[in-house]
C-alpha cells in the first residue's frame, strides 16, 4: 500500500539554524499538508498546497516557515531560523482530491531544538 | 477561524462496553469531519469520516453521527476492545480540496480487559 514518507525521523538542531523537513508524498496525490504535534497535545494545522501554492495556512505558519514543492515527488517545509518552542513532531500528510478528501499522514518527523 | 472542542479528556472502559466521543465546531461552513486513531508515538490514521450532507455513517464496531444544525458529531465505538485504548481526535474540515483541518484537544481513551 502506498504510504507518505518523512526524512529524517528524527532532526535535532541549534536554536536560530535552518531545517528543512522533507516528505514524499502519495505519487498520485493532487493536495499536500504540513502539521504539527507539540508533545502531548493536539495536531495543529500549518498549511495545504495545490498546484504549485498554498491555498491554506493558519496562524502559526509566519514568515519563520515556508514550502516548496522542488521537484516532482518531494514537498519541503523550512524553518528559517528556529526557536526553542518549534520542538515537536511535524507530519506532512497528503490527499487524492477530486471530492476525495481522505489524508494520508507520514509517520512523522520529531524536531528537537537545543 | 474554526474552533473545535472535544470532551472527554480522558475516557475509560471495561472491555466489551461502548465508548463515546463528543466534538462540536464553529464554523457552519465546516463540510468534512475524519476521525483519528493515534497509538503512542505512532502518525494519526483515519478510522472514519462523514462529511455534512450525511447524518450518519457506521463501519463495523465504529459509528459516527453528525447534527449540523446543532454543530455537534459524535464516535461511537462498541464492543470496546484493549486495542482500541489509544488517543482518538476529531477534526473539521472546510473546502473542497485543500483542507484547513482543525483537530480537536483529543480523548484518551483506556480499555481494560
Known amino acids: 500500500e502506498p504510504e507518505v514518507t518523512q526524512t529524517p525521523s528524527h532532526q535535532v538542531t541549534q536554536m536560530g539554524q535552518e531545517v528543512i523537513l522533507r516528505c514524499v508524498p502519495i505519487s498520485n496525490h493532487l493536495y499536500f499538508y504540513w502539521y504539527r504535534q507539540i508533545l502531548g497535545q493536539k495536531v495543529e494545522f500549518l498549511v495545504s498546497?495545490?498546484?504549485?501554492?498554498?491555498?491554506?495556512k493558519s496562524e502559526i505558519f509566519d514568515d519563520q516557515f515556508s514550502v516548496e514543492r522542488p521537484d516532482g515527488s518531494n514537498f519541503t517545509l523550512k524553518i528559517r531560523s528556529t526557536k526553542l518552542e518549534d520542538s515537536a513532531m511535524y507530519f506532512c500528510?497528503?490527499?487524492?482530491?477530486?471530492?476525495?478528501?481522505?489524508?494520508?499522514f507520514g509517520a512523522g518527523t520529531r524536531l528537537s531544538v537545543l | 477561524g474554526e474552533n473545535v472542542e472535544q470532551h472527554p479528556s480522558t475516557l475509560s472502559v471495561q472491555e466489551g462496553d461502548s465508548a463515546v466521543i463528543k466534538c462540536t465546531y464553529s464554523d457552519s461552513a465546516s463540510n468534512y469531519f475524519p476521525w483519528y486513531k493515534q497509538e503512542l508515538g505512532k502518525r494519526p490514521q483515519l478510522i472514519i469520516d462523514?462529511?455534512?450532507?450525511?447524518g450518519e455513517k457506521k463501519d463495523q464496531r465504529i459509528a459516527v453521527t453528525l447534527n449540523k444544525t446543532a454543530k455537534h458529531f459524535s464516535l461511537h465505538i462498541t464492543e470496546t476492545q484493549p486495542e482500541d485504548s489509544a488517543v482518538y481526535f476529531c477534526?473539521?474540515?472546510?473546502?473542497?480540496?485543500?483542507?484547513?483541518?482543525?483537530f480537536g484537544a483529543g480523548t484518551r481513551l483506556f480499555v481494560k480487559a
Open positions: 500528510a497528503s490527499s487524492e482530491g477530486q471530492g476525495k478528501n481522505i489524508q494520508y
Open positions: 462523514i462529511r455534512s450532507n450525511v
Open positions: 477534526a473539521a474540515s472546510i473546502g473542497t480540496g485543500g483542507f484547513k483541518t482543525i
Open positions: 498546497f495545490y498546484n504549485n501554492e498554498i491555498s491554506e
